[in-house]
């Protein structure tokens, strides 16, 4: 059990650094400061050698100069809330509209874009963690009220990797983070997500408007390339979307929240690696990286479908739909939500 630090380039002018953290089966999970960002998650391999679970690089560059906030803590609301406002106790506020008309993943100032203060890091005889945090105000993101919100990430011997937010404000505000890595855990030489099977506890996605802002409908999985009830190759599923304007997914499934009964398993056949993924929320976005924009991209490698990205969160727009989940925030109070990943090898 060790924990390393090491440089990983600079942002802005400050130095960011990857902290690695091993457990005794040779697992590692790496962050940076920088977005709190899953770096790579790699698992033994029956060669001996490592396997990456998760998209990723080794140059900070390739992280801050694409547009999929790829593998980096999101905050203070994942997702979209249609025409950047929201209603507090009978408050109206107005926030940042960075996608059209619609506020997307607490803008472009957002948890998104920040060095962490790292808090803390911890060895214990069965886990190892690192707590980060970051203090937003009205005047960095748009949104009211100044909020600290702490981020830690634990992995332990039983393989679990697992993602706890604690946030509270001084003011009415919003809170519903997420953390978006995209995995894929076929061999290196594998293109796509389309060998890998996926299984999802949900009975039903939310329909959404052209913004992809839910329009409040929920519609039955069942019969449709959304149903992930039992485990599901991802190729039969996207072979199913190919005519849709996304080439794919950019969606919302209500799932049964469960932080001991799995939200969501992803795995390769070929390899036998596998994640199953527990959150303690009602939702989760999944896109399955449908671009081909090299300015976007920027990882080595262009082409869609390279990855999964699975945010565990409550479900998109929750304030104009209160059915969908309470995500205030108000003064006094602690909010905490967790997500975890159990990864076999």
Not at 8 to 26: R, S
Not at 214 to 232: L, W, Y
Request: charged letters at 20%; proline letters at 4%; a negative charge.
């Amino acid at each position: 059990m060790e924990i390393a630090k090491v440089p990983f380039g600079t942002y802005k002018g400050k130095k960011v650094t990857k902290y690695i953290l091993t457990n005794d089966n040779g697992v590692q999970a790496a962050v940076l400061d920088f977005a709190g960002l899953l770096q790579s998650f790699k698992v033994p391999t029956k060669d001996g050698g490592k396997a990456d679970m998760v998209l990723t690089t080794e140059n900070l560059d390739d992280f801050t100069n694409n547009g999929f906030c790829t593998n980096r803590l999101i905050g203070r609301v994942a997702g979209r809330i249609g025409d950047g406002e929201f209603t507090i106790n009978g408050k109206e506020y107005h926030i940042e509209q960075n996608e059209g008309k619609n506020a997307l993943h607490g803008g472009t100032n957002g948890f998104y874009s920040h060095i962490w203060h790292v808090d803390s890091t911890q060895v214990t005889d069965n886990a190892l963690s690192i707590t980060l945090s970051l203090t937003l105000t009205p005047e960095i993101d748009t949104y009211p009220g100044k909020m600290h919100v702490t981020a830690t990430y634990t992995l332990n011997n039983d393989d679990f990797l697992s993602l706890k937010f604690s946030a509270s404000s001084d003011a009415d505000t919003l809170f519903n983070p997420t953390n978006h890595t995209y995995w894929n855990m076929a061999a290196a030489n594998v293109k796509t997500v389309d060998q890998l099977k996926l299984y999802v506890n949900s009975a039903n996605h939310l329909a959404v408007d052209e913004g992809k802002i839910p329009t409040g409908e929920k519609i039955a999985n069942e019969g449709t390339p959304f149903d992930f009830s039992t485990p599901t190759k991802l190729g039969d599923a996207l072979e199913q979307m190919k005519d849709t304007k996304e080439n794919g997914f950019d969606d919302i499934w209500e799932v049964v929240p469960s932080l001991t009964k799995p939200v969501a398993t992803l795995e390769d056949p070929e390899s036998g690696r596998k994640m199953t993924l527990y959150s303690d929320r009602n939702a989760l976005v999944m896109y399955t990286m449908n671009s081909d924009d090299v300015a976007v991209y920027n990882h080595g490698q262009v082409h869609p479908h390279l990855g999964l990205a699975m945010e565990a969160q409550t479900l998109s727009d929750a304030p104009h739909h209160p059915e969908f989940g309470d995500i205030s925030l108000h003064p006094g109070e602690e909010k905490t939500c967790t997500i975890k990943w159990h990864v076999e090898y």
